[in-house]
């Protein structure tokens, strides 16, 4: 079965992830058609992003699409003016990103399309539904579609258009420029990275009113320094325990530091979160991740910097708490809060509150057409933690044939597989992997 459009790969999602394979796959003389729904191609949701505040939260010397040439985006930077430790503007990245998914494209080895996928299915081959009404097909198929908006908050539901769910869309962008005309209020939901962009956004759109953020626990991002590294042995981990490397965690903090301590545990973290069983996965999830997260995934220094000075000026007040309640008021929202530790929750008033808790939700529920479809026919499953795919050691659905999946959505097999680091080399082997199916 062959459709006009017809192709060795179809990679749905033209995000890093996609834009990364389509590039590993030209190399190795195989031809892709990314497909893109959202107008984001070759930067998907992190890279697209034109704020010049917006700055990586790795290295640049960190920052090569290719497994094996650290230097490829490093020495790109320094062209323009920058070092190979700083941190460079997202949107840089992200034209590094659309030279790379070029080159291909000009060698003929891929070609982009500006479509959804909504449905895919397999008849021997793959074929791939695309809301503009045209289908097409071919032998492999790759899921590279990120992460999935926020689920909605239930607490705000029913409190009109003053919850902002998707922290990058046209309608954060548009109360952003409200806030800063009007100098009033925002309260963040959520104290990670996406919390960290808002605040960015809202300073350079020069809004000068309160920003209050607030989660369970109040952890915010840490921020980048130099350190002596302290690289350890897998052997001199506690393996399968997650209360044990917590302690080995702890200790090794106070000997050499956090940070050494945090990235010596890096290439070592996929192994170790497989290592843990159903439950202690799930415990990391509720109870250990806040922490990791801010300290294993920091921010620039300069980002830091900006957001020191917010809250020394009070306009950032960052607070563990509980949001109780929400309702509709005049000019924005009333919010009830309840401080971690107090007995009863205050009112916030606000004209507008982001959703900044980030994308850990339910697969099986997932409202994905595309997803949808394949979960529904068994081409794939959930993992086990219900926070992504099923995959096995070589990314490939379970469930599916020549179907593999990439990035944040394999994040229940491999945890650390949402950086650029990490994506690269699961890129690469998907693209050795797929080379070697289809020549089989
Ligand atoms: C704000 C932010 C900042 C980050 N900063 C860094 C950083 O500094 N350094 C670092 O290493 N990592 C960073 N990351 C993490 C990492 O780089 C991203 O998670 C990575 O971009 C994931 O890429 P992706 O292509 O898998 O997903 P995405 O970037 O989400 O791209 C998926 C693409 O798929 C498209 N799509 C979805 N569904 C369909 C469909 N049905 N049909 C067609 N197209 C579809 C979407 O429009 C989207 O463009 C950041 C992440 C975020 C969110």
């Known amino acids: 079965m062959k459709s006009d459009r017809d192709y060795p790969v179809a990679i749905i999602g033209g995000g890093a992830s996609g834009t990364i394979l389509a590039a590993q796959l030209a190399r190795r003389g195989i031809r892709s058609v990314l497909v893109e729904g959202g107008g984001r191609v070759a930067r998907g949701a992190a890279y697209s992003t034109t704020e010049p505040a917006h700055l990586l939260n ?29 941190f460079a503007e997202r949107r840089l990245f992200g034209r590094y990103l659309g030279e790379i998914l070029e080159e291909a494209v000009s060698g003929g080895a891929a070609e982009v399309l500006a479509a959804s996928a909504t449905s895919a299915s397999r008849n021997g081959r793959w074929s791939v539904q ?68 808002v605040v ?109 000075r917010l809250i020394a000026e009070g306009r950032l007040e960052v607070m ?24 009863s929750a205050g009112t916030y008033h606000c004209a507008y509150a982001f959703n900044c808790t980030g994308p850990l939700h339910a697969m099986s529920h997932t409202r994905d057409a595309l997803l949808r479809s394949l979960l529904d026919a068994g081409a794939l499953r959930p993992d086990r933690l219900d926070i992504g795919l099923a995959v096995d050691d070589r990314s490939r659905a379970v469930g599916g044939e020549r179907l593999w999946a990439l990035g944040p959505l394999t994040k229940g097999r491999y945890w650390e597989i949402v950086a650029v680091p990490d994506i690269r080399e699961q890129a690469a082997e998907v693209a050795e992997d797929i080379a070697r199916e289809l020549k089989a």
């Open 130 to 197: 695309l809301d503009n009404g045209e289908t097409l097909t071919s032998d492999a198929l790759v899921l590279a579609i990120g992460n999935q908006e926020p689920e909605p908050l239930r607490v705000f539901a029913g409190v009109g258009g003053r919850i902002v769910g998707n922290p990058w869309g046209d309608e954060a962008r548009a109360a952003v420029r409200d806030l800063a005309e009007t100098g009033a209020t925002a309260l963040l939901i959520g104290t990670g990275l996406t919390m960290i962009d």
């Open 320 to 343: 563990a708490g509980r949001i109780v309640s929400a309702r509709q008021a005049a000019d924005g929202l009333d919010v009830d809060i309840r401080r971690r530790g107090a007995a």
């Open 58 to 86: 790795v290295r640049a010397e960190g920052m090569s699409a290719f497994a094996g040439e650290p230097d490829h985006f490093a020495r790109r930077f320094e062209a323009e003016g920058g070092e190979r430790r700083g």
């Open 200 to 308: 960015l956004s809202l300073d350079a759109a020069g809004h000068t009113g309160k920003i209050v953020a607030v989660s369970r626990r109040g952890q915010i991002p840490r921020s980048h320094a130099d350190f002596e590294p302290a690289p350890v042995e897998r052997q001199q981990l506690p393996v399968g325990n997650l209360r044990q490397l917590w302690r080995w965690l702890r200790r090794r903090s106070a000997e050499v530091g956090w940070r050494a301590a945090v990235d010596s545990l890096r290439p070592h973290s996929q192994a170790l979160w497989q290592s843990l069983d159903d439950a202690q996965q799930r415990r990391f999830l509720r109870h250990a991740r806040p922490w990791w997260d801010v300290h294993r995934h920091r921010i620039a220094p300069q980002v830091a910097s900006t957001v020191a």
